[in-house]
């Protein structure tokens, strides 16, 4: 059983930016991969970005250029760097962690920008 806890969430204006964080209660350095996902009020859950454990990374497409997933496995913590922030990523942030076919989940930390 991994457990995730999100935080880093917050309101800020449009154009700022955020640092997520997702504290695994484990090691994550053999995890097939680690992903941030997000919710925004009546849609469905959509993936931010995810990185594996090779290293590659994958963005959704509005996010790219935006957005940069990291993680640090001595302290078995992912993170999402989110610069030039819009009204449309207001969501709440999970991250997921997928060690091989399971996958675990954060309850969330919320993100809201105004404009």
């Known amino acids: 059983q991994v457990q995730l806890v999100e935080s880093g969430g917050g309101l800020v204006q449009a154009g700022g930016s955020l640092r997520l964080f997702c504290a695994a209660s484990?090691?994550?350095?053999?995890?097939?991969?680690m992903g941030w996902y997000r919710q925004a009020p009546g849609k469905q859950r959509e993936l931010v970005a995810t990185?594996?454990?090779?290293?590659?990374?994958n963005y959704r497409d509005d996010v790219k250029g935006r957005f940069t997933i990291s993680k640090d496995n001595a302290k078995n913590t992912v993170y999402l760097q989110m610069n030039s922030l819009k009204p449309e990523d207001t969501a709440v942030y999970y991250c997921?962690?997928?060690?091989?076919?399971?996958?675990?989940w954060g309850k969330g930390t919320q993100v809201t920008v105004s404009s």
């Open positions: 990185q594996t454990i090779g290293g590659s990374t």
């Open positions: 997921q962690a997928r060690p091989s076919m399971i996958v675990y």
């Open positions: 484990g090691s994550i350095s053999r995890f097939a991969a």
